[in-house]
């Protein structure tokens, strides 16, 4: 948030918990709803509005890297007429408040009321924020609130916050569907086998199993039906340098792997599909210098000619190429998807979160003797 937008409310909040009480509460249960869903409590007629608009485009843009594209997240637009629908709204996983403050609205009257006067002044003087709160009233929760006089205020500070507000939705995300995919089970034997063999792992859920296991690469697969599957693999090298690591490198990389390894039964092989857009962007994978991504996949052969001839099969990737410097390896981690017939940017977040539990050897030590210290 640029500093001319940055509000520093001292007091914001204290009004709502001596009303509510939740937040004295030392045990908080579990935010309920869907994964995937962002409840936006906002009156109708800005949600739709230009203020609707802003919304869905900075917190639900379409994900043009998917088969057919579908949105960021779902978004719940939801007024607050009275208490009794505020207690079910509260209960809520991902929220964000978007009513203007100069609104005569029950939705803009609930926020004033959570701030006291000196920030309701500074707000309707023209210091739009953006205030963040996590476990507000449940644990693994996400609360978001837009302060603005009007409408335009909201929206402004909304582009401006759009993309870490998306990123912050984007990490709880992971770390409640994380909590989901391995309350059945992990394979701990899997994992250690990882740090012996190769000095890394990943978390192996319950279900998937070992494909490949040879130098430098490991390919964990999930077969849910013949005709539905989920896989990831890491590849890493000793050869790399940062200065190498490019989108351009980690997607010549994974074309290597896939020929080499992700073979169909007639001689096939996965490769990127070209065809349809990639998006990449420089991240802090883990706290290492890395990249994310982001594209389609289809089965090709080889043509009389040489040339590539695609073989019907294929679906989203998410690529996470970084470099661990306390080891000198450079990794490359690949989740693929293909499930014909059903939505696919919750599977492929599965893929994103088996590829964020990675550790190294080190780090897997490290943890377990804290974990040991701790009483």
């Known amino acids: 948030m640029p500093k001319s937008r940055l509000l ?22 579990k935010a309920a709803g869907r994964e995937g869903e962002i409840t936006v409590v906002i009156d109708s007629t800005h949600w739709n509005g230009p203020l609707g608009e802003v919304l869905k485009e900075e917190l639900a843009p379409w994900i043009a890297t998917l088969p057919a594209p579908e949105p960021y997240f779902d978004l719940k637009p939801t007024a607050l007429p009275n208490q009794r629908i505020f207690e079910g709204v509260r209960a809520l996983k991902n929220l964000v408040f978007a009513a203007p403050l100069g609104d005569d609205t029950q939705e803009a009257r609930f926020i004033r009321s959570r701030l006291d006067s000196a920030a309701v002044e500074a707000v309707m003087g023209g210091r739009a924020a953006v205030i963040a709160r996590r476990d507000l009233w449940r644990e693994d929760q996400q609360v978001y609130y837009l302060l603005g006089a009007t409408a335009e205020d909201v929206a402004q500070v909304l582009r401006e916050n759009g993309e870490q507000i998306r990123y912050a939705f984007n990490a709880i995300t992971r770390e409640r569907m994380h909590e989901d995919m391995f309350e059945k089970g992990r ?22 199993q070992v494909a490949i296991d040879t130098t430098q690469f490991v390919w964990l697969r999930r077969i849910v039906s013949p005709d539905s599957w989920r896989s990831l693999f890491v590849w890493y090298t000793d050869e790399a340098t940062p200065a190498d690591l490019t989108p351009e490198w980690i997607l010549a990389a994974r074309n290597r792997l896939t020929r080499t390894h992700v073979n169909g039964n007639l001689g096939d092989y996965v490769t990127v599909d070209e065809r349809r857009p990639l998006e990449w962007e420089n991240i802090n994978f883990l706290d290492r210098f890395g990249y994310e991504v982001r594209g389609l996949w289809h089965m090709v052969g080889d043509g009389p000619d040489g040339t590539q001839v695609a073989a019907g099969m294929g679906g989203p990737f998410v690529t996470y190429g970084f470099y661990d410097q306390d080891s000198g390896r450079t990794y490359v981690i690949d989740g693929m998807v293909f499930a014909p017939g059903f939505e696919k940017r919750d599977f492929l977040r599965q893929m994103e979160v088996i590829a964020w539990s990675f550790r190294t050897a080190a780090e897997a030590e490290a943890d377990s003797l804290r974990r040991a210290s701790t009483p």
């Open 8 to 29: 520093l409310l001292a007091a914001v909040f204290v009004a709502s918990m001596a009303a509510t009480g939740c937040e004295s509460l030392s045990y908080k249960p």
């Open 187 to 208: 394979q701990p034997d899997i994992e250690q086998r990882l740090l012996e063999t190769h000095g890394f792992a990943v978390d192996a859920q319950h279900d998937y």
